[in-house]
T-cell receptor, first 113, second 109 residues
Framework: EAQVTQNPRYLITVTGKKLTVTCSQN?????MSWYRQDPGLGLRQIYY???????DKGDVPEGYKVSRKEKRNFPLILESPSPNQTSLYFC????????????FGSGTRLTVV | TQLLEQSPQFLSIQEGENLTVYCNSS?????LQWYRQEPGEGPVLLVT?????EVKKLKRLTFQFGDARKDSSLHITAAQPGDTGLYLC?????????FGAGTTVTVRA
């Protein structure tokens, strides 16, 4: 089944403790992206990657890092999480053609206390 | 400030009624996409519209892309309780996909 897999689904952590949210897709998609979703603000893009070793900032990149060492994986790294990063995070991927839709993962609900 | 403005923010209607959700922007997009999201899940693509003035129909759902490729609408005919959910529009430009804040639709039986 074609899918984007995120782990973990739920995570509670403390301020300043580094964490990584993993994302993997099995569709051989070039393009991958991370979003956060907050009430009233919708989905905002954090980082995106056009291909292996090619990444760029989205609209809200502060406090996040990403890497794209393999085509299928695109982890999101929070080096020093803060409470304002408490949110619902989604990873998404799509093929070459921008006109095609994105496939989203099921989300990671992160709480930073 | 949202790049895409969706209206209304909330919509509650009776089963069998029609509804329309609007998505407006001052920016031009190469495509406009509509997603539906269930609680606790990721958005799922409903449709992509590419050409200005394009109209697409999926059963009871009709999607329209404005002539200038800046706005779109989603119309649901004879809504059913199964149509309940969060509807999101998203505009694509290059490698960026920007979302509206969403419209929460509730269809009462």
């Amino acid at each position: 089944e074609a899918q984007v897999t995120q782990n973990p689904r739920y995570l509670i952590t403390v301020t300043g403790k580094k964490l990584t949210v993993t994302c993997s897709q099995n569709m051989n998609h070039e393009y991958m992206s991370w979003y956060r979703q907050d009430p009233g603000l919708g989905l905002r893009q954090i980082y995106y990657s056009m291909n292996v070793e090619v990444t760029d900032k989205g609209d809200v990149p502060e406090g996040y890092k990403v890497s794209r060492k393999e085509k299928r994986n695109f982890p999101l790294i929070l080096e020093s999480p803060s409470p304002n990063q408490t949110s619902l995070y989604f990873c998404a991927s799509r093929g070459d053609e921008g006109r095609y839709g994105y496939t989203f993962g099921s989300g990671t609900r992160l709480t930073v206390v | 400030t949202q790049l895409l403005e969706q209206s209304p923010q909330f919509l509650s209607i009776q089963e069998g009624e029609n509804l329309t959700v609007y998505c407006n922007s001052s920016s031009v997009f190469s495509s406009l996409q509509w997603y539906r999201q269930e609680p606790g899940e990721g958005p799922v693509l409903l449709v992509t519209v590419v050409t200005g003035g394009e109209v697409k129909k999926l059963k009871r759902l009709t999607f329209q892309f404005g002539d200038a490729r800046k706005d779109s609408s989603l119309h649901i005919t004879a809504a059913q309780p199964g149509d309940t959910g969060l509807y999101l529009c998203a505009g694509a430009r290059d490698y960026k996909l920007s979302f509206g804040a969403g419209t929460t639709v509730t269809v009462r039986a």
